[in-house]
């Protein structure tokens, strides 16, 4: 059994759980379940980033303490991540002692690579970004993603001399020692690379009292983005605890919008900890709704809740695994979304089941499927290049197939006629058809494919309510 590590981004602490969330979550999920399926051991992190300028105005805004008002996003954010069926096994929230008092350690390990400097420049608080003079300008002063005009910085702070270890990232990304996914992305980073600055990681106590003190100069607060680039390893437990039974990470996932703290400022912090770097960095794309891209302003906000709400967690699960691309940006509509739940959900899956299930009962029909399921190369070789829209698509295929089967064998004229013989060989085969594309289906949608196992083990049992109702 090898032992593997999978992370997630951990959300700001500063609104509801979003549907960018879920995709973060869903993708690790199905990951961590297709490794263990393959028979590793696996650790699963999940947390809440929860210091910084945006937290704070919130907590102010609704007359809380911060802490007080985390504490009650922590565990809004943990109840969404129960309801996507989503399991991870371990979970770090920033504000945790523990976490604060190693992010403290590491920075005193990294150090000889920090320096103190004036910055003059500017600063997206939405982002929670330093911006280059080149992005400034291309923008005219306004943040494409926020819509507010960047603010402007004069102030001592801490840098990170990345500059001591760009060769050393190009030449990993290059490599594939860091494998960057999607191939494109990758691209992106290189030339973003070629440009990033040494980074800014602290601010003066007065700017930004909510978050991390650094541990030798009480007048600043660390970067947001050095205490929670951490998080991956303080979870795991380091410094004090050796953690090379699980680091590095086997897959990291994260969205466009944070690849480039993930390919360049962290893959820094880990040369500098002396720490090998993640194995993939997976990196998908945006949800837009109805094509636009979702803002608070244009009133476009997809309440991923609502979504769970209407069919179901696996309906969610499977919307997002399947119809969205795993690399690019894609689109939810609800109209697409009940199209998915009522034509493939419901009928091509749930409709077969219940055919299926009520065939064998009805004729007494005895199923001996062996044990010895296996998932097809194919398939496995699309969970291991991180496909999972297409090794999703390719169960489908298998799944519709079994209708198309059912059809062509006609079970029932089968019965009618009294073949009994051919009729045991007919639904055996369709039920091993099936419990096979179940087996790959495990992974996606984990409690459908329970039910499934269920409803087919020995004796077969029709489900007593369809698995997927339509509406
Ligand atoms: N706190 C940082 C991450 C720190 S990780 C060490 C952060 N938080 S976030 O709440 O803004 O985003 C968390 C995750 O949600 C990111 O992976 C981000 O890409 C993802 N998404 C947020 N909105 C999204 C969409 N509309 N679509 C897809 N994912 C997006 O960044």
Not at 14 to 36: K, Q, T
Request: charged fraction near 30%; aromatic fraction near 12%; hydrophobic fraction near 35%.
């Amino acid at each position: 059994m090898t032992k593997k590590y999978v992370t997630t981004a951990i959300p700001y602490m500063n609104g509801n759980p979003h549907i960018g969330h879920a995709m973060d979550y869903c993708l690790a999920d199905v990951c961590a379940r297709y490794l263990r399926l393959c028979g590793d051991e696996v650790r699963f992190q999940a947390g809440t980033d929860e210091h910084g300028g945006k937290i704070y105005q919130k907590a102010v805004e609704r007359d809380m303490s911060p802490q007080e008002y985390v504490d009650e996003r922590a565990r809004t954010f943990k109840d969404f991540i129960k309801k996507l069926d989503v399991e991870y096994t371990d979970f770090v929230r920033t504000t945790d002692d523990e976490h604060v008092k190693r992010v403290q350690e590491i920075w005193m390990k990294l150090k000889p690579y920090i320096y103190l400097d004036e910055y003059e420049g500017w600063y997206c608080t939405g982002c929670e970004r330093f911006i280059t003079p080149k992005e400034y300008d291309e923008n005219n002063g306004v943040c494409p993603d926020h819509q507010k005009p960047y603010e402007k910085l004069k102030e001592k702070n801490y840098y990170f001399r990345i500059s001591d270890f760009k060769k050393r990232i190009r030449a990993a990304i290059e490599a594939d020692e860091m494998l960057i996914l999607p191939e494109f992305r990758k691209k992106e980073v290189l030339r973003l690379l070629d440009e990033s600055p040494d980074v800014s990681v602290s601010r003066p106590r007065e700017q930004l009292a909510w978050g991390v003190t650094v541990p030798d100069d009480e007048s600043q607060v660390m970067y947001v983005w050095m205490d929670a680039l951490a998080n991956y390893i303080t979870v795991l437990g380091y410094p004090e605890k050796d953690i090379s039974a699980w680091w590095p990470a086997t897959a990291q996932f994260v969205g466009k919008d944070i690849l480039r703290f993930h390919a360049i400022i962290w893959p820094a912090m880990l040369m500098g900890l002396g720490l090998d770097l993640p194995r993939t960095i997976v990196s998908h794309g945006m949800i837009l709704a109805d094509g636009q891209k979702m803002s608070k302003s244009v009133g476009n906000v997809i309440d991923p809740q609502e979504v769970i709400d209407l069919f179901g967690a696996s309906a969610f699960r499977y919307y997002f695994l399947r119809h969205v691309d795993t690399f690019a940006d894609a689109d939810f509509t609800w109209a697409k979304y009940e199209s998915a739940y009522n034509n493939e959900l419901a009928n091509d899956l749930g409709n077969l089941v219940q055919r299926l299930a009520s065939l064998i009962t009805k004729n007494d029909v005895e199923i001996n499927c062996g044990d010895s399921i296996e998932m097809s190369g194919e398939y496995r070789e699309l969970m291991d290049k991180y496909e999972y829209a297409r090794a999703f698509d390719l169960v489908w295929e298998k799944i519709q197939k079994i209708n198309q089967d059912i059809d062509i064998e006609k079970p029932w004229v089968l019965a009618k006629e009294n073949k009994t013989e051919e009729l045991g060989r007919v639904l055996n085969k369709l039920t091993q058809d099936l419990l096979t594309a179940n087996y790959e289906l495990e992974p996606f949608l984990p409690e459908t494919s329970k039910r499934i196992k269920e409803v087919f083990k020995n004796p077969v049992h029709p489900p007593e309510t369809p698995l997927f109702p339509k509406k």
